[in-house]
Each structure stands twice: as structure tokens, then as C-alpha cells.
């Protein structure tokens, strides 16, 4: 079983959103077996496809500013701010682990 | 001009001063009103709306209309920014998100003379089939409520409500494609990544139009897969979908993906000598689950270009059965990539949680986003962590290319155009739909669709007949990278051989009596 309980953990922490519940899991599941058909075809000497218009040059524009100043409208949408700052709450602090945090993967 | 007629006769008619702007609005308005029990707008922009119509028709009476667009109501998904209108995404995570810009597409229309009526309902952040798993409600197919329908409909019981029986848009675009085909507005923009726009497109007997990926400015439209999304166009006739088209094609500097080569708007000739064309026949878009009407229908068409002298030939494209596998790779990865954006912070949704800003985030994503959007965004965090990135993300992204190159065969063995069919059935009751989970259900519905997406392709809805149940059934025309005009040329002379039947609506109308009162007043 590839998908264990440090593997889920690893992605709640990594996507910031929780697994919620059993079905949650179950979700994760299916969609990795869904995925392992990918295995069946043979993919010898081909490259990877990033994008159907790799064979083209992406649009560069010339490095000069044509708009800006609307740093009020910006802030309209936000909803902690204090003068032109955007308000985060104390970073560097990591998620707390497992068994301290509220998750449905506690106890699993 | 409301019932059926296209947006060439309304313009000719708002020209000729038959009907004016304002009226026009106003009446789409009322409607808009009569039919909310279909659940297709989130947002009804009145005021902005009735003001822009004000401002087509002064120019229309000094004779100086923009273009053919002027003072044609139009309506938007809600997945793209409408400066000074909310902009939801159908999630808790952007309610009372108002934009602070247009995304171009908007832009563009708008400079036409267009007037925005709303936005329009979706599955949440355009993650679905049915247009049924946004937090505003699902979206009602307003076939559900036709004469056709109902006419067809064995009710199961006395006790059996007509309300419990009616049948989902499809989706994501659902909303879009339910105003087009309520009437409600003349054209609609809608986005396309996995069959978006077609697939409601096909259960809502409208033309879909998904555009070649690169010619349509992405800027603005609220993305999920960066290399797969469009913005689609929805209409009641090709001819509309090729005047909407010329409107919002060409580059754009604020969309780097959007190519350089100057696009030139054209209009469509009256093809009627199709015997030098060649039409190709994927042998594996016979999937399973086809219903035999569809099966017979996408039969049907074939002769009916043979029957007018072109060539049909079966064709495969062998890698078909792997494309909604490859999609829901690469889809759920870039999905988790621009869902990273939403963190409480600049805007949207925004948790009370304070400890620190992981756990903030955390809680404001818990909040914000629905099962549907959490499980792609883990499920593409999984394929992207470096254990599985060569295994899921790098595999897939090689399975894509291979895809891509069964149509680049095909398409260079003298073949012009694909038909296929849209959906694997006629629209399927709500009640029935939501049996199975969204992902099951996306990767039953996508299959068609998909592939398009997958290679960049140029694909089109057409509405080609109504199943056993009163229901539209589409059938699907895919073209060359930037061979619009051939395929909406193609499409236009399909339309006009199949005579796709108009949706005998019966709804009652605030203000103006019975809709079928309407019907004597119009004038197309």
C-alpha cells in the first residue's frame, strides 16, 4: 500500500488542505489506481509534452511599465490590511505535526 | 428576435431602429426573471446593463454603432473577471470577490458594445460534468421545461412532482449554455478544458465552440490547467459563434500563449459543394457506453455527407482510450499548482484562524474550497511529489504527445474534419446524475471531449437532433490547429442540413403575459 498515513500527512501539508474524512482518502485512492493505466502504454524514446504550441516561441513583450497605481484597488479585495500592507499572521511557523493538529488522519 | 432569431437579424433590426437597445435589454432582463428557477445566472448585472444599452442606443441613433456586437446582451461565465462585478467561481472561496479588472475576452466584448447581463452558474472553479457541485446550486436544463420534454415524459407516478424530473445542462459551462438556449441572451462565453463548453453545449441544444488553444487570450479567465484552458463561445447558430469568434481572436500582450499570427475575423461562406472535403470517422470514439440513438445520429451524419459527395473514411486515433486517463494526470496537477493562489491573503475568503500563516492558509482552503476542488488538489500533489513525478506527471505528459500526434496523422493522411459524437446520452435527470461522484461521473462525460483539449484542437457542438426523451443530442466536429474558418464552414453546413428543431419553451413571463404572447411580437 502505497498511499500510508506519513504519505497523507506529507500532502496536507504540502497542498495546505485536509483529507477531511474517510471518503476523503478513499477519493485518493481511486484516483492513483484510475492513474496506473498510464503504465500500460509505451512510452519508449517520447518526450514529454509541455505544451501543444512548443514548436513556437513564447510572446515576449519589452521590459517597460504600462500600468500600475492601483495599489487602492488591489487592497479593496483583501481583508486584513494595514496602510499598503497586506496583514499576514506570524510566519515560519510550520503546520503543527499529526498528533497535534486537528485532522481526520489523527488516530489513523 | 427573441425567439430563434440570430444575432445578425437583431442586429439588422436594432440598424433599422425596430427595436432598440434598451428594450432589447429590458426584455432579456424579464426574462432572465421568469426563467431564475433554472438557476443559470449567480449575478444579474441590471444596473451596469440597462446603462450600457443606454450608451448603445445614443449611438445607434447617430448611426455609429460599433460593429454588429452593439447592444447585443451577452452573459459570462462566473470564472471570469467582470471589473466591478463579483466574480465567484461558484466557491465559497471568491463570494464577495469583486474584480478589480476585465479578463480581456470581456474587454473585448464590451469595446464591441455588448451588454454584460451577468454571470452565469458553473461547478465550483469549472471542476465538473453537470454544473451541479457549485455553492450556488445546480444549473436546470431549460429543455427540461419544453413542450418536447414534457410531452415525452411518462410521469411514474400521480404523486410524481414535474419538478423532481427535470435534467442536468452538463457542464462545467452549464449556466452559459442554459441562458443561451432559454433565450435569455444572444451569446455566451464559457471556458473549455476537458469538454467545458461543448459538453453543456450538446444537453442544451446550442452551438459550442471550443477555438484552437493559443487563439483566444486566456488573461482574465480564472485558470485550472494553464495548457489546456479556452475560453469557449456559445450560441444559438454557427453564424454567431463566427461573429463572436472575430471579435475575440488574436493576440494578446497580457497572454503570452496566445500567438502572434495577425487573425484575420472572416464570415462564413454558404458552403454548398462539400465533394472535395473529407471527413473522418474515429473508429474509437465508439466508446463504450454510447447510447444507440447516438450511435445511430453520429451514423446518420456520416451518410448524409456521403449522400453530398464527400469522402468518409474511417479513422483511428489509437491513443483515445488513454486520453481521459492522461487528463486527470494533468489536470490535477496544474489544478493543485493554481489552486496555491487562494490563501486568505490578498484576496477571497479569509479564515479566522491567526496562529501562523500556514495554519491560516489551511483553515481558509478548508473553508473555501469543496470536496471536488480538495481531492484534485491532493490527488495532484501526489502525482507531482518527486517520487511519483516521472511515474505520473512526466508519463502523462509523454502519453499527451502521443495523442496529440494520432490527429497529427490522421489530419496529415488528407483528412479535414473529424465528427464524432459530443456525449455518450441526452441529458440525464439530477436525481439520476448525482448518484455517482463528480470524478466518476467527469471521467465518464470527458471522454469525447477531452482529446481535443489534449492536442490544442479547434472542436465544435453542433445541435443535431432530440433523443427519445425530448432531449438535444450534439455531434462534434474537430478541426486543424487554426483552421477555424474550414470547421465552423463545415459546421454552418451541417447546421442548415440537420434543421435542429427550436425548444418550445413554456414559461411564464413577469411582465409581458405568456411567452407564447412573446412569439407574435418578435420580428426575425
Known amino acids: 500500500q502505497k498511499v500510508t498515513v506519513e504519505v497523507l500527512d506529507h500532502l496536507e501539508h504540502l497542498a495546505l488542505v485536509d483529507f477531511r474524512d474517510a471518503e476523503g482518502v478513499e477519493r485518493l485512492r481511486k484516483a492513483i489506481q484510475f492513474a496506473d493505466q498510464l503504465h500500460e502504454v509505451n512510452t519508449e524514446g517520447v518526450e514529454p509534452m509541455d505544451s501543444v504550441l512548443e514548436d513556437r516561441c513564447l510572446y515576449l513583450r519589452e521590459d517597460d511599465v504600462t500600468e500600475g497605481n492601483c495599489t487602492k484597488e488591489l487592497l479593496k479585495n483583501a481583508r486584513e490590511k494595514v496602510e499598503e500592507y497586506f496583514v499576514a499572521p506570524p510566519g515560519n511557523i510550520p503546520l503543527p505535526k499529526l498528533e497535534e493538529r486537528e485532522t481526520f488522519l489523527q488516530g489513523s | 428576435a427573441l425567439k430563434g432569431g440570430s444575432r445578425f437579424q437583431v442586429s439588422a433590426a436594432l440598424t433599422e431602429g425596430r427595436v432598440a437597445p434598451t428594450e432589447l435589454c429590458q426584455r432579456c432582463l424579464s426574462l432572465i426573471k421568469s426563467t431564475k428557477f433554472l438557476n443559470a445566472y449567480i449575478t444579474v448585472a441590471e444596473e451596469t446593463a440597462l446603462k450600457q444599452a443606454e450608451e448603445s442606443e445614443k449611438r445607434y441613433r447617430r448611426g455609429q454603432p460599433l460593429g454588429v456586437l452593439d447592444g447585443i446582451p451577452i452573459a459570462v461565465k462566473d470564472n471570469f473577471n467582470t471589473a466591478g462585478i463579483e466574480t465567484t467561481c461558484a466557491s465559497n472561496m471568491l463570494k464577495g470577490y469583486i474584480s478589480p479588472y476585465n479578463a480581456t475576452v470581456v474587454q473585448k466584448l464590451l469595446d464591441q458594445g455588448a451588454v454584460l447581463l451577468g454571470k452565469t452558474n458553473l461547478d465550483e472553479f469549472a471542476m465538473g460534468s453537470g454544473s451541479t457541485d457549485g455553492v450556488f446550486g445546480p444549473v436546470r436544463n431549460p429543455w ?19 419538478e423532481s424530473n427535470w435534467v442536468i445542462t452538463g457542464g462545467s459551462s452549464g449556466g452559459s449554455a442554459a441562458a443561451v438556449s432559454s433565450f435569455t441572451c444572444f451569446a455566451a462565453l464559457g471556458s473549455d478544458t476537458g469538454g467545458s463548453t461543448r459538453n453543456p453545449a450538446a444537453h442544451c441544444g446550442v452551438v459550442g465552440l471550443k477555438p484552437t488553444y493559443g487563439l483566444i487570450s486566456r488573461h482574465g479567465l480564472i485558470p485550472l490547467v494553464n495548457s489546456m484552458d479556452v475560453p469557449g463561445i456559445l450560441t444559438r447558430c454557427v453564424d454567431d459563434a463566427a461573429v463572436v469568434l472575430g471579435s475575440l481572436a488574436g493576440h494578446d500582450p497580457k497572454d503570452s500563449t496566445t500567438i502572434q499570427d495577425n487573425f484575420k475575423p472572416f464570415e462564413l461562406p454558404n458552403l454548398t459543394d462539400v465533394s472535395k472535403l473529407s471527413i473522418g ?78 495554519s491560516m492558509y489551511a483553515a481558509t482552503r478548508r ?20 517520487q511519483n513525478y516521472e511515474n505520473y506527471f512526466i508519463k502523462a505528459q509523454k502519453v499527451r504527445r502521443l495523442i496529440a500526434n494520432d490527429f497529427v496523422k490522421v489530419f496529415g493522411s488528407g483528412v479535414d474534419i473529424l465528427l ?49 426523451r425530448g432531449l438535444p443530442l450534439g455531434l462534434q466536429f474537430i478541426g486543424q490547429s487554426f483552421q477555424e474558418k474550414q470547421l465552423l464552414t463545415v459546421a454552418k453546413w451541417f447546421e442548415k442540413q440537420v434543421k435542429f428543431p427550436m425548444i418550445q419553451l413554456e414559461v411564464k413571463r413577469h411582465d409581458h403575459g405568456a411567452f407564447q404572447h412573446q412569439k407574435s411580437a418578435s420580428f426575425s
Not at chain 2, 490563501?343 to 479566522?352: P, Q
Request: proline share 5%; aromatic share 8%.
Open chain 2, 367 to 386: 473553508e473555501g474550497f469543496n470536496d471536488v476542488v480538495r481531492g484534485r488538489i491532493l490527488s495532484g500533489n501526489y502525482f507531482l511529489l518527486k
Open chain 2, 420 to 468: 464524432t459524437p459530443t456525449t455518450l446520452s441526452d441529458a440525464v435527470p439530477y436525481i439520476e446524475f448525482i448518484k455517482e461522484d463528480n470524478r466518476t461521473r467527469s471521467a465518464q462525460d470527458d471522454i469525447l471531449t477531452q482529446a481535443a483539449n489534449m492536442a490544442g484542437l479547434p472542436a465544435i457542438n453542433v445541435p443535431t437532433g432530440l433523443s427519445e
Open chain 2, 144 to 162: 427540461s421545461y419544453s413542450r418536447q420534454y414534457k410531452e415525452k415524459s411518462v410521469p411514474k407516478s400521480h404523486s410524481e412532482d414535474e
Open chain 2, 281 to 358: 470517422i474515429p473508429k474509437e470514439y465508439h466508446a463504450p457506453g454510447l447510447s444507440s440513438e447516438i450511435l445511430a445520429l453520429w451514423s446518420k451524419a456520416a451518410d448524409l455527407f456521403k449522400n453530398a459527395g464527400a469522402k468518409v473514411i474511417e479513422v483511428s486515433l489509437p491513443h483515445t482510450r488513454y486520453s481521459i486517463v492522461c487528463y486527470h494526470v494533468l489536470c490535477t496537477a496544474e489544478v493543485a499548482s493554481n489552486m496555491a493562489r487562494f490563501d486568505g491573503l490578498e484576496y477571497g475568503h479569509r479564515s479566522d484562524m491567526n496562529k501562523s500563516t500556514e
